[in-house]
């Protein structure tokens, strides 16, 4: 166990992650919801996806948002690409941080994009040299990391087997996500060991689901190991719609609020961050599971 991080780098996942799991929202309020976010103090936000229309109609309107949004001083945009055509627009349109992805599961990345991952990782590699040769970097997401819901359990060594092989084709960090929410502490703990022992140079991130009630056990775990950099979505948006029963991510602002209980900095203004999940929830029209945007933290006492 390492001592707990005095800074941690969320990345907020709402507007990608939490919104192409909703109806299409307008582009407006899209803008809205991201020029918010970049108020609260937050370091990082994943903004948009340049995916097929077809394939997720949420992420259509893409490149008007990326045009439309404040850009914040102080903020770093990222996009997801799911191939070399979305890199390259997501690169001309001005994007310097991209995020690709390959699922440790066969069945899964097959569902997912029909290729093997593999196949996919081998033209993730195209997308890094694209990505460096503009002066971008690109981040490697391994999704189902933690399980998979055709295959259940994915070993801890597959899984670093193919983060392994992103770093060596030029990956600048590495985040495994948990896709449908089968994480659990142990198997956290492992699988960061792990991947610690075969690439102890390379930044890693956590993107949590909490779709079984273990997303913030699974945060502290990792956290108490010493990693300093986590997604998260505003309200508890998100999910993936190739995965079935994959509900929201863990809530930012719990995250924020259990992070400051541990002494942890994280640069984010707690109870703004509340104010904009309340503006999300508004949004999407339906009660968002952030118990924080319900409740309130501990120290807001009742009138």
Same mark, same amino acid.
């Given at each position: 166990m390492s001592e707990v991080p005095a800074h941690v780098t969320l990345r907020e996942v709402g507007p990608r992650d939490g919104l192409q799991n909703e109806p299409p929202v307008p582009t407006a309020q899209k803008i809205e919801l991201l020029d918010a976010l970049a108020e609260t103090g937050v370091g990082e936000i994943e903004a948009v996806s340049y995916v097929n229309p077809r394939a997720i109609p949420q992420m259509a309107d893409a490149g008007e948002v990326w045009a439309g949004i404040a850009r914040a001083k102080g903020v770093l945009y990222s996009a997801l690409v799911p191939n070399m055509v979305g890199a390259r627009r997501a690169l001309e349109e001005g994007f310097s941080s991209i995020e690709a992805v390959v699922s440790a599961s066969r069945t899964h990345n097959l569902r997912n994009i029909n290729r093997t991952p593999e196949e996919s990782l081998d033209a993730i590699g195209e997308v890094i040299a694209e990505a460096h040769a503009r002066g971008a970097s690109c981040q490697v997401i391994v999704a189902t990391?933690?399980?998979?819901?055709?295959?259940? !359990?994915?070993?801890e060594a597959q899984v670093v087997g193919y983060a392994r092989r992103a770093v060596e084709?030029?990956?600048?960090?590495?985040?495994?996500?948990?896709?449908?929410?089968? @994480?659990?502490?142990? *198997?956290?703990?492992?699988?960061?060991?792990?991947?610690?022992?075969?690439?102890?140079?390379?930044?890693? @991130? $956590? /993107?949590? /689901?909490?779709?079984?009630?273990? #997303?913030?056990?699974?945060?502290?775990?990792? $956290?108490?190991?010493?990693?300093? *950099?986590?997604?998260?979505?505003?309200?508890? $948006?998100?999910?993936?719609?190739?995965?079935?029963?994959?509900?929201?991510? &863990?809530?930012?602002?719990?995250?924020?609020? $259990?992070?400051? !209980?541990?002494?942890?900095?994280? @640069?984010?203004?707690?109870? %703004?961050? &509340?104010?904009?999940?309340?503006?999300?929830? /508004? &949004?999407? @029209?339906?009660?968002?599971?952030? #118990?924080? %945007?319900?409740? #309130?933290? *501990?120290?807001?006492?009742?009138?």
């Amino acid at each position: 166990m390492s001592e707990v991080p005095a800074h941690v780098t969320l990345r907020e996942v709402g507007p990608r992650d939490g919104l192409q799991n909703e109806p299409p929202v307008p582009t407006a309020q899209k803008i809205e919801l991201l020029d918010a976010l970049a108020e609260t103090g937050v370091g990082e936000i994943e903004a948009v996806s340049y995916v097929n229309p077809r394939a997720i109609p949420q992420m259509a309107d893409a490149g008007e948002v990326w045009a439309g949004i404040a850009r914040a001083k102080g903020v770093l945009y990222s996009a997801l690409v799911p191939n070399m055509v979305g890199a390259r627009r997501a690169l001309e349109e001005g994007f310097s941080s991209i995020e690709a992805v390959v699922s440790a599961s066969r069945t899964h990345n097959l569902r997912n994009i029909n290729r093997t991952p593999e196949e996919s990782l081998d033209a993730i590699g195209e997308v890094i040299a694209e990505a460096h040769a503009r002066g971008a970097s690109c981040q490697v997401i391994v999704a189902t990391a933690f399980g998979c819901p055709y295959e259940g !359990e994915v070993p801890e060594a597959q899984v670093v087997g193919y983060a392994r092989r992103a770093v060596e084709l030029g990956a600048d960090s590495v985040c495994f996500g948990d896709t449908t929410g089968m @994480g659990t502490p142990p *198997r956290v703990r492992r699988l960061v060991g792990g991947f610690r022992d075969a690439c102890p140079e390379i930044q890693l @991130g $956590l /993107h949590f /689901h909490d779709t079984r009630g273990t #997303g913030m056990a699974n945060l502290v775990a990792a $956290l108490e190991m010493g990693v300093d *950099r986590f997604d998260a979505s505003v309200g508890g $948006l998100g999910g993936c719609p190739y995965a079935p029963g994959a509900s929201g991510n &863990i809530a930012t602002e719990e995250a924020v609020y $259990l992070l400051q !209980e541990y002494g942890v900095e994280t @640069g984010v203004d707690l109870d %703004l961050m &509340i104010e904009v999940a309340g503006l999300a929830q /508004h &949004i999407v @029209g339906r009660e968002l599971p952030s #118990g924080l %945007l319900k409740a #309130g933290p *501990r120290t807001r006492l009742a009138v």
